[in-house]
């Protein structure tokens, strides 16, 4: 593996620095505080080609590398983590699946106008009884003549409001349990979905976050991606893009609160001196870069095998499990080091001790990454043992 970040790499990770401080930074705190959707800087972003930085350019997207979209989603969370999810989930959960699964009408329908940024993107996996257990899905789909009607309830939807295009799992054929599960791309605003109130949530507090219901609501058949019965594998393979999306929101917290540690290490005076130079303080630094360092490697690699063709679930779980953790870990130390004052929104580690935690829980929490992980190790061993 190549160590060192390409001229696309460095190109995109300036751009996105230079956005996230000019633009992001200084309305983050009143947009976590007022749960202020970032409007005008999605738009802005669309326009940068930021929705579809993978996707290929016959596609709408940018053709960049999985290593530059980590990259944009780390600088862009390193500022505005509420940012970095929504770009994720359009990039990773609604653009990567049709991409993979969908047929050439489906692509120039739905795929152009999210690859371009035209249009935004969710992911309607989770409800009220189906979380880390994905298959026990009560959302049904039943065909009648050319449409599927659906009825039930997806929650915790990212952009859930202001996204356009849902990837929608669905039970089409009960007695096959996740066999019978399918997949169906709704846009926005279809009869019979409505979306609900907005969730109040610890952190990530500016991007949209709802539950929609689906009441008798017609889809085309045209919308199924892939057969009916591969649902749970679009939506599985659309995860572990997720994930790495996640892990790298994860990785930009981290930093981010390293970044305002450092700043403060030089700014706050103890016992006649600068905390910088109390050697607990920079045990607790070092260790913060080192675990930061180590997640990104983990998170790049990822990444790297995605591109080659490969299948990357284990490597997603891995940049997952331990990005979220290293961004719990560092949030906190970055607090602890800001003592009383990190305790309060004057100084950006509390909100991003906030927006960390969401990290080890959503798109699979810290435990079910460990059982993928697990799970694709105990494969591998036997197949080498067979
Ligand atoms: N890619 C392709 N296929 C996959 C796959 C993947 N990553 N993972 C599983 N599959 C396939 C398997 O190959 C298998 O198919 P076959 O039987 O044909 O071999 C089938 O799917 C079932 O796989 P498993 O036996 O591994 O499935 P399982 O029932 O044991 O459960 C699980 C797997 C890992 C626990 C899974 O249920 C899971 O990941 N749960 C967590 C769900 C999750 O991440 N939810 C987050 C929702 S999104 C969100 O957070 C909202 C947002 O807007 C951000």
Redesign the pocket.
């Known amino acids: 593996m190549d160590f060192i970040l390409n001229e696309e790499n460095e190109m995109i990770r300036q751009t996105a620095r230079e956005f996230a401080e000019e633009k992001l930074a200084p309305g983050v705190a009143e947009r976590d505080e007022k749960m202020i959707y970032p409007g005008e800087f999605v738009r802005e972003l669309a326009e940068l080609g930021f929705f579809g930085i993978f996707m290929p350019e016959e596609y709408g997207g940018a053709e960049m590398d999985s290593i530059s979209y980590c990259i944009a989603i780390e600088e862009l969370s390193r500022v505005d983590a509420s940012v970095g ?1 929504i770009i ?2 359009t990039n990773s ?1 609604a653009a990567y699946p049709i991409y993979v699964f969908g047929n050439e009408e489906q692509k120039q329908k739905f795929l152009v106008p999210l690859a371009s940024g035209e249009k935004l993107g ?5 409800e009220p009884g189906a ?5 026990a899905q009560t959302t049904t789909a039943a065909l009648d003549g050319d449409h599927y009607v659906v009825n039930g309830a997806k929650h ?4 859930g409001k202001n996204g356009d295009i849902f990837i929608v799992t669905v039970v089409t054929d009960r007695s096959k349990g ?2 019978g599960t399918s997949c169906l791309i709704i846009e926005q605003g279809t009869p019979g979905m409505t979306v609900q109130p907005p969730e109040h949530k610890m952190g990530i507090r500016g991007s949209d ?1 709802h539950a929609i219901t689906f009441e008798d609501c017609r889809v085309p058949a045209a919308n199924l991606l892939g057969k009916e019965g591969d649902g ?6 659309a ?2 893009s ?2 790495m999306g ?1 892990a790298a929101q994860a990785v930009g917290i981290a930093q981010g609160a390293l970044d305002a540690a450092l700043k403060y290490v030089h700014e706050r005076q103890q016992f006649g001196k600068f905390l910088k130079d109390f050697q607990a303080i920079q045990f607790k630094l070092a260790d913060m870069d080192t675990r930061i360092e180590a997640s990104r490697l983990l998170l790049y690699r990822s990444a790297a095998i995605k591109d080659s063709g490969k ?1 990357f ?1 284990k490597e997603a779980a891995m940049a997952k499990v331990y990005c979220s953790e290293t961004a719990m870990y560092v949030t906190n130390e970055a607090v602890q080091i800001h003592g009383g004052y990190g305790y309060t929104p004057e100084y950006p580690v509390e909100r991003m001790m906030r927006d960390a935690k969401i990290t080890e ?5 810290s435990e ?1 990454q460990r ?2 992980i697990a ?1 694709t190790l105990l494969k591998e061993w036997a197949q080498a043992h067979s």
């Not at 969710?122 to 989770?126: E, I, N, Q, V």
């Not at 915790?156 to 952009?159: A, D, G, R």
């Open positions: 999810v994720s989930v959960l969710g992911f309607c996996l989770t979380g880390s257990d994905a298959g915790f939807v990212t952009s996740i066999k976050t749970f594998k679009v939506a599985m393979s995860l572990d997720g994930r996640i299948r679930s829980i959503y798109e699979g929490t079910i059982i993928v799970a």
